[in-house]
């Protein structure tokens, strides 16, 4: 019966084959239609957008408004570009994203392998955190970063990343770890390794995948977020918001083209971080789930 | 006082205790087994002595210390796991010094007590592998290393050979035992295979629902187990316990059973001290390998009782033929010679070693003969 089954499956295999392979070749289409129309636009001088033709190849190859949303742009009221900003979220993003994936991790660890009274309750109440949505956490959140001084400051949005994020990295790490087979730290406190030697040397070494995770997953959103950093960051702004500013300008001329460079541009460091780390992403997030 | 003491120790969870009142004195040199089915807390004494887990009361001691409280790193104890527990990360080398480094012996010792342990194990020329390039066994010799390099006082295994195939298993058997023999170091090995402990240790404590049913050489074990539970739980197949009613016939204590036809069969005893139980009813316990041909019987045993009866089934399992057949309403299996001539349904005169015969009050199913 099975022997039967493979056999017709070998027969129609080629044709089979083709027809998925066309119809995710049009998915694939699709999907990068919305990045083809940004690229293609922003290297085109604004008026052969305004007259012309949205998906045609550009008659005039020009790099202006990427110079431009870079550098010279209208920010708000200020013309310096999406520079400034940009460099503000990096100096957010790398903090907040190691420093929330590093508790994490810790959390993860003490949380499987130095259990105590109440660990899942309090795991329970740390994946908890990652159902409240950011809206419900302004108010008390801005309160605690005026008491604390840290309000419109780069460290202020850090620290409400990190807190924000210490749910899901938790969540993350904790699952990991809870596949690691625990006789290993036990064998390495009979050895003599104290608490952070083990986490050091025994588990960090086979945490890639899920640090990846991590690390995307927390760099994905701390560089995307628009709330948080509209609301607390001041006079330092992320790029998300110089971005809004940028596209959202009532006054004056809409230079599509520089506008398409902009969200390009804001969009480049998550896309970097997924094709650099992507291969690890699935398997990461696959772990622990099978086992072997 | 002996090497290792374990004074009274119990373990308990909340209200429930899993451990109660185990005493055992481990003399220098010993190869002691834990032996019991799952749940019998076995592993749980073993991790108290590792220091893994905590001792509810009672003291354990190593070398006259009480090593209560103290941190498992300080109790110069080395302990082999189930899982092997190498370190993923590292090479063989470090996963064998590792212990050492962090007990912060200086560089050369340690490259010193590496060379001398991989060669005695043969696994130098290992070295430099990660554990997920060796196959089973080389895993079992690495973490067996591992303990051996920082020469503690103490060994504890943790079920070390339940993770290999039946051949390897036999082979890394004796050769744990070879190893015990040279080197001459006090063990603890924890394990339910019975076989494993009949073979490597030099003492053995059953243990079953948290007590130790009975301590003793392999020997004493096997040849006069303390109670039903030991009787059938070492041994492969199990001891066989019938049901039977001692009568003394000319003033010697005698077995009454009944054979398949429902004849009353009797078979005497070699322990006159039975006849103070004479008309009261006992559990016989007779081992596979004491119930033969005629032929095949113990010729050193004074007390060969022929026991006609009706042959059940036949397994023959290539060194051994079992043969199976029914007492007193129990199936009896009896350990017969490879080329031995027996066919189901047939009458056989079945040949008891009722030297080897071992009697239990059927009430608290403890020994009371011999």
Redesign the interface.
Known sequence: MSAQSQDTAVSTGRITRALIYLVLLLFTLFYLLPLYVMGVNSLKPLAEITGGNMMALPQIWTFDAWRSAWSTAQIGIEPTGLKPYFLNSILMVVPAVTISTIVGALNGYVLTKWRFRGDTWVFGLMLFSCFIPFQIVLIPMAMVLGKLGLAGSVPGLILVHVVYGIGFTTLYFRNYYAAF?T??V????????GFF?IFW??LL??SGPIAVVSVIWQFTNIWNDFLFGASFGGTSQPMTVALNNLVQSSTGVKEYNVHFAGAILAALPTLLVYIVAGRYFVRGLMAGSVKG | MGFLDIRNVTKSYGAVEVLHRVDIAVEEGEFLVLVGPSGCGKSTLLNMI???ENISGGEIAIKGRVINGV????RN???V???Y?????MTVGQNMT??LE??GVPKPERDKALAEVSKLLQIDHLLDRKPGQLSGGQRQRVAMG?ALVRDPDVFLFDEPLSNLDAKLRVDMRTEIKKLHQKLRTTIVYVTHDQIEAMTLSTRIAVMNKGYVQQLGTPKEIYDTPANVFVATFMGSPAMNIVPATVRLREGVPHAELTDSEGQTRHLRFSQPGLAAWDGRDILLGIRPEAITDPEGADRKSGNIQALPNRVGVTEPAGSDTFVTMSLSGRDIISRMRADVNVQPGQMFDFAVNMEKAVAFDPKTEERIAP
Request: net charge positive; aromatic share 8%.
């Open positions: 087979p006789e290993l036990r064998a390495a406190q009979i050895d003599g390794a030697r040397r025994i070494p086979v | 590792a220091g893994l941190h498992p790193s300080k104890i080395a302990m796991f189930q899982s527990a190498l370190y993923p990360n590792f212990g962090m007990h591992r």
